[in-house]
């Protein structure tokens, strides 16, 4: 069973880490992508831009409808998760999102422990 953390891409890099896979669509501003150590940039994991822009216009209001949505996106995608997760024991979700408990990490992480 693979262990799945959260952290973000500002924070010190540790041996504990295990695989390190970036989950937001865009790079992180002001990040080499060698001082980052990413194994694998799953772009496909993060929610689409419309629904990003359209959830932080009402962030407050908006957070609940903005999870169901998204876990609706990640049910529905053709996400070969195989790809990203391929037996690692260990996988760090790495971001560069401030507000992780009002993200799309809770999701994602709820949609991962499913599989």
Do not use: C
Not at 26 to 52: H, S
Not at 71 to 82: A, E, H
Not at 85 to 99: G, W
């Amino acid at each position: 069973m693979t262990t799945y953390k959260i952290k973000r891409v500002y924070e010190t890099i540790s041996n504990n880490d295990g695989k390190r896979i970036l989950v937001d669509r865009l790079w992180p501003r002001g990040v080499k992508k060698e001082q980052a150590q990413i194994d694998y940039w799953a772009k496909e994991l993060a929610p689409t831009r419309e629904l990003i822009s359209w959830f932080h216009e009402d962030k407050e209001n908006r957070y609940k409808e903005f999870a169901s949505i998204y876990q609706n996106y990640l049910k529905n995608s053709k996400i070969d998760l195989d790809k990203v997760i391929t037996n690692n024991k260990l996988i760090s979700l790495v971001t560069a999102v401030k507000d992780i408990k009002h993200s799309h990490l809770p999701s994602l992480l709820k949609y991962l422990n499913k599989k």
